[in-house]
């Protein structure tokens, strides 16, 4: 991987954290709203069940757990156990892609 | 110990003068001996008045046992090539007291972490300037001894980066202290990096280039976790953290501008 990319991969991950901030945030605050107000699917779904917004929500806030979680993995992967090189790289690129996978598969299952 | 050459500090009694505190005569001192592998050796050492590490170190040496190997040159906190872990933490031996490290009567000396050990106290540097070398450390200018001097003016907001940080004198101290270089043995460093920084922020310097790219990735300011032990450590009271995240941004906005060669 040559120096460009692992630089964008640096920024990838300072601007999905910045995301992420934003999105947990929100996120914390629906499940305690969702608390109060009787925990049940049918409520959840009630709510997630064709909004848009929603599915915007949760879609962007897998993205970036799919960008940002990869490549801090791939830090500490390297740094713990010493593994470098192609390999390393193409395992986090296969665990990104599962987080998008099963992430928006979820995404998609509250939205229909 | 006879030879002093230490100023004694303002209130304290001439060096010539050192009697043995009243509160605990004698130093126990575990001193690393060997190589890589090795073994620490116990010595027990007179307390002085105003006594440093390195006082200590050179009196095991001169009294005890010729044949401990240790590093000093300047002994008043300038030439930075008496730095050794004193207690686990990374420190200059001459500038450092033994009222500030061993209040109960015990001292651990040991060679700086993240070096190889060449004998004893003494660890070989060359990785460490090398990483300098590699993080294009050198500066590179575009005059002759023909043109004029550069007017920088010193309130410039680019002089005032590089003097914050020019005043390292390479002791390793950061490097020893820093986890990340233990992590990667590749990683540049705080002491290279921060030299780096001084270069980028002097208007004078041509090599800007093919610095940024030297020192950007992940063996350079990228892998820099922030945990600042540098910053904390530096004798020189120097903030290497804040010269690496100077080195992120620079690089951040070359590499979305493609000037990132490498």
Redesign the interface.
């Given at each position: 991987?040559?120096?460009?990319t692992?630089?964008?991969l640096?920024?990838a991950q300072r601007a999905s954290a910045a995301l992420l901030a934003v999105c947990l945030v929100v996120h914390l605050v629906t499940i305690i709203y969702a608390v109060r107000n009787g925990l049940s699917a049918a409520e959840i779904l009630g709510r997630t069940r064709g909004s848009m917004a929603w599915a915007a929500f949760y879609t962007v806030f897998v993205l970036s757990i799919a960008v940002h979680a990869p490549i801090g993995l791939r830090?500490v992967l390297?740094?713990?156990f010493g593994w470098r090189g192609r390999g390393l790289d193409v395992a986090v690129l296969v665990m990104a892609m599962t987080l998008v996978m099963w992430g928006l598969r979820a995404v998609y299952a509250v939205f229909v | 110990m006879t030879e002093r050459i230490l100023m004694p500090e303002p209130g304290l009694p001439p060096p010539h003068a050192s009697r043995l505190s009243p509160h605990s005569r004698t130093l126990s001192v575990r001193v690393w001996r060997g190589t890589e592998s090795g073994h620490f050796q116990t010595f027990e050492v007179p307390r002085l008045e105003s006594q440093t590490v390195l006082d200590v170190v050179t009196d095991i040496q001169r009294r005890l046992d010729p044949t401990l190997a240790y590093r000093f040159a300047c002994r008043v906190g300038m030439c930075g090539s008496c730095a050794m872990t004193v207690n686990g933490r990374a420190r200059w031996t001459c500038r450092t007291h033994i009222d500030k490290v061993a209040e109960d009567g015990r001292l651990e000396i040991a060679p700086l972490n993240n070096l190889p050990v060449v004998r004893d106290l003494v660890t070989d540097m060359s990785g460490f300037f090398d990483k300098w070398a590699k993080a294009r450390g050198q500066f590179r200018g575009a005059t002759t001894r023909r043109d004029d001097f550069a007017r920088v003016p010193p309130a410039s907001p680019a002089r005032r980066l590089a003097d914050a940080a020019i005043e390292c004198i390479g002791c390793g101290v950061c490097y020893s202290s820093c986890d990340v270089v233990a992590w990667k043995p590749d990683y540049l460093g705080p002491a290279a990096l921060n030299r780096a920084w001084t270069l980028v922020n002097d208007v004078r310097d041509t090599g800007n280039r093919e610095r940024l790219a030297a020192v950007a990735g992940d063996a350079g300011c990228h892998a820099c976790h922030t945990h600042m032990s540098c910053t904390e450590r530096c004798p020189a009271k120097l903030a290497p953290t804040a010269s690496i995240a100077g080195l992120k941004r620079a690089t951040a906005i070359a590499s979305l501008r493609g000037e990132l060669e490498g």
């Open positions: 991987m040559n120096t460009r692992q630089v964008l640096w920024t830090n390297a740094e713990t | -």
